[in-house]
Nanobody, 124 residues
Framework: QLQASGGGLVEAGGSLRLSCAMS????????LAWFRQAPGKEREFVAT????????YYGDSVKGRFTISRDITRSTVYLQMNSLNADDTAVYYC???????????????????WGQGTLVTVSS
């Protein structure tokens, strides 16, 4: 089970940190990701951390501004978002998979578990 939090209203140029706590499973064995979905748009890959190496990967639109990290002791994955702009406004979802293959890390349908989503609104 995944529980996302940390969304809110922020001015353009500001920062937010999202959290996603995982319960009921062994945290170490999961690849963890963040996706987002803006109104009228498809779900977009934001960032992921690969279960085997904890290497991180990012969507082109957030590279250099967002950072994904995991805290094993808290079974929580974070998304630090800096230099936010209006295009970052969306509902952000965390996702987890214990069996995803590397080539599918950016594909929403490859993840078995999803959090409920947290809304991020960036005012310009």
């Amino acid at each position: 089970q995944l529980q996302a939090s940390g969304g809110g209203l922020v001015e353009a140029g500001g920062s937010l940190r999202l959290s996603c706590a995982m319960s009921g499973s062994t945290f170490r064995g999961y690849s963890l990701a963040w996706f987002r979905q803006a109104p009228g748009k498809e779900r977009e890959f934001v960032a992921t951390t690969w279960r085997s190496t904890s290497n991180t990967y990012y969507g082109d639109s957030v590279k250099g501004r967002f950072t994904i990290s995991r805290d094993i002791t808290r079974s929580t994955v974070y998304l630090q978002m800096n230099s936010l702009n209006a295009d970052d406004t969306a509902v952000y979802y965390c996702a987890a998979s214990s069996r995803i293959i590397f080539s599918s890390l950016g594909v929403p349908s490859s993840y078995e578990f999803w959090g409920q989503g947290t809304l991020v609104t960036v005012s310009s």
